[in-house]
Every structure is written in C-alpha cells, then in structure tokens.
C-alpha cells in the first residue's frame, strides 16, 4: 500500500479581495454621480460688488426697547433718521428685545423715512 499524502492547498483570500474592491469602487461611482452635473453654460452671481458694513453701523434694540448706535443712546427713529439720514437702516435687536418691539421699529423708521429696513442676525454654521 502505498500511502500517498495529498496535499491540500489552502484557498487564498486574494480572489475575495479582489470582489470586495471592485464592489466598493462601483458603489462609490455610483454614489458619485447621483447629483446631475452644473450647466456648463452657468454663470454664478459675482457678489464681489456688495456693499459691506460692519455691525456697529447698525441701530441697535435694547431689550428694554431703548436704542443704540455706537454705544450711544438714540432719542427714537425720528432722532435716528433726523440725525443720520439714512436710507437704508441696518437694525440689530437683542436676543432678549420683544418681537412686537422690533416690529414696531420698523415701522416708526419707514414711518421716519428709511426706504429699508434690514434686520441683522447671527449666522449660525452647522
């Protein structure tokens, strides 16, 4: 009897590598293009041009409802408007100042003669 040993060879884990890469690149193909690409013929607004202004420019609401500007008291928007004469009127209330209050702002300065009323807030990165 001749005792003949086979031998086995283990099966290497290349092939199934291979699969998993090759899975993955697909997915990631796929998962790439699932936004449509930008018009070529696109042009985006050039906000270069804007007017900017640094927040202590702005009218300032109190919570108690009085106002600032530049750390000073402001007498009202008739007083604000009289003394500055601005068109536009950059408002920015406190986190603590009454809705009803800023509302009422703005319409005592249109009132007082701004042809706008922008409110500043805080922007807030997510």
């Given at each position: 009897m001749t005792g003949r040993r086979t031998l086995r060879r283990k099966a290497e884990p290349t092939i199934a590598l291979i699969n998993i890469v090759f899975l993955m690149l697909i997915f990631f193909m796929v998962a790439g293009t699932l936004a449509p690409p930008v018009d070529g013929d696109l042009e985006l607004v050039d906000t270069s041009a804007l007017e900017?202004?640094?927040p202590a420019a702005a009218l300032v609401l109190m919570p108690d409802g009085t106002l600032r500007y530049r750390g000073a008291e402001v007498p009202g928007?008739?007083?604000y408007i009289a003394e500055h004469g601005a068109e536009i009127v950059r408002v920015m209330p406190d986190r603590n100042a009454p809705a009803l209050a800023?509302?009422?702002?703005?319409?005592?300065?249109?009132?007082?003669?701004a042809k706008k009323v922008v409110i500043v807030t805080e922007q807030v990165h997510q």
């Open positions: 900017g202004r640094e928007p008739e007083g800023l509302v009422q702002l703005g319409r005592d300065l249109r009132g007082a003669g």
